[in-house]
């Protein structure tokens, strides 16, 4: 019974996805959502082992590999010219005692992390191009990445429905409403939980000041310049 | 009195009302400040303080403080001008940055972003004086120790624990780079 219910949730689920992406996409035009689909594809390659994703770690872990030589001496060596077996064979004694950046038991993580990146950044350049006046082929390739996104993620959701409402009386439905509520925040509290600890391994003590780094970042560089009205630039300032 | 951290989830979630009320493009002018205060009082405040304050002390009474006076001044000490930096990034004609902030959904996850790298700030930083000098507010009876596993565990990533003092001055850099950028 209650896995009917799930699959009916989940078909329910996929229709509205790909409604809302489509009438997203109508609003949008073309190019926005080609530029959406071209990220969501390289996200889900990205995310997928046997595509992208392993190849992705490897090159991640390369590049850190690579960069700790350099700073464990291998950047002195060269502009020295003393490349010799012993100054190498010191330097790479000392850098495979580091941990890789990505081990294999966050490698799985660190995929899914790169495709809701990677999906997010689409969506966020997709805002950034102008509407055009093709919203029919908008309508039908945001379709598609609803349908492409409800492909990726429905199947991650759970067999058995989280939540049902039984009661159907009044005090019941508000007492559900706030169950479903304090469901819904557990599972953020558990994802943000997930995606810290993940951060946490990967960069150690320099996850936080990385974070506070890239959300000072993400939100100046989301701050767009009005037009310049008689060469004054429009400034929000001043005023609590 | 409740657990020791509720105080400070409180500044924590206030902090993110602020950002939706004010909108994140003038938070971050806030932050700019947040940033000043954190390193002029990880930097200066906490390794120098101590020893001036001591010295004048003595050259004044001719007696050296106590160890827990001193926690007690340092700790009162730096939240009062910690708090003081706070108050003056929003009152009156506040420091901001140019452009239009995002709108819709976008806009409305900047402002929690913001709102709560602010509130993790502010109220990290208050938690910090505390903590660092063994909790002196407690010695008035006003909050209760121990703190609860939850709140030991909060307490080990307080900001000046895990962020460099100089990686304040780095991102006050950033942020002005921005804000004069034509």
């Known amino acids: 019974m209650s896995g009917n219910t799930a699959d009916l949730q989940a078909n329910i689920l996929f229709w509205i996805i790909i409604a809302l992406f489509a009438w997203q996409g109508y609003q949008r035009g073309l190019w926005a959502e080609l530029v959406k689909f071209g990220f969501i594809i390289t996200g889900y390659l990205s995310g997928t082992p046997e595509y992208l994703g392993k190849t992705l770690v490897k090159l991640v872990n390369n590049i850190t590999f690579a960069i700790q030589f350099l700073i464990h001496g291998g950047a002195a060596a060269i502009i020295t010219g003393n490349f010799n077996a012993t100054t190498l064979n010191k330097i790479f004694t000392e850098i495979k005692r580091l941990p890789p950046p990505i081990p294999k038991e966050n490698a799985e993580m660190a995929m899914f992390l790169a495709m809701i990146f990677l999906i997010i950044i689409g969506y966020l350049v997709s805002t950034l191009l102008k509407k055009d006046k093709m919203p029919g082929m908008g309508l039908v390739v945001g379709a598609l990445n609803g349908y492409i996104l409800s492909v990726i993620f429905l199947p991650l959701l759970p067999d058995k429905p989280p939540f049902t409402f039984e009661d159907l009386s009044f005090e019941g439905i508000i007492k559900q409403l706030g169950e479903l509520f304090g469901y819904l925040i557990a599972r953020l509290i558990d994802a943000l939980a997930a995606l810290f600890n993940f951060m946490f391994d990967t960069f150690g003590a320099w996850a936080i000041p990385i974070l506070l780094f890239a959300i000072v970042i993400i939100t100046l560089a989301s701050l767009t310049r009005g037009k310049k009205k008689g060469g004054s630039q429009s400034s929000s300032g001043g005023g609590s | ?182």
């Open chain 2, 1 to 182: 009195m409740g657990p020791f951290e509720y105080l400070w989830l409180t500044v924590f979630f206030f902090f993110i009302l602020i950002a939706f009320v004010r909108g994140y493009h003038r938070e971050l002018g806030a932050t700019t400040l947040i940033f000043v205060a954190l390193f002029l009082t990880t930097y200066f405040g906490v390794p120098k303080l101590p020893a001036i304050i001591n010295q004048l002390y003595r050259e004044t009474f001719h007696i050296s403080l106590s160890q827990r006076t001193i926690e007690h001044i340092m700790a009162s000490g730096l939240s009062v001008i910690f708090i003081a930096i706070i108050f003056a990034s929003y009152a009156g004609d506040t420091f901001s940055f140019k452009g239009k902030p995002a709108k819709g959904f976008t806009g409305f996850l900047y402002n929690l972003l913001v709102g709560a790298m602010n509130g993790y700030l502010v109220a990290g930083a208050l938690w910090y004086f505390q903590d660092y000098y063994r909790y002196p507010v407690t010695d008035f009876q006003i909050l209760q120790l121990p703190l609860t596993t939850t709140g030991e565990h909060i307490a080990n990533f307080l900001p000046p624990y895990v962020v460099p003092p100089i990686f304040w001055a780095v991102l006050v850099g950033v942020m002005l780079i921005f804000r004069v950028r034509k």
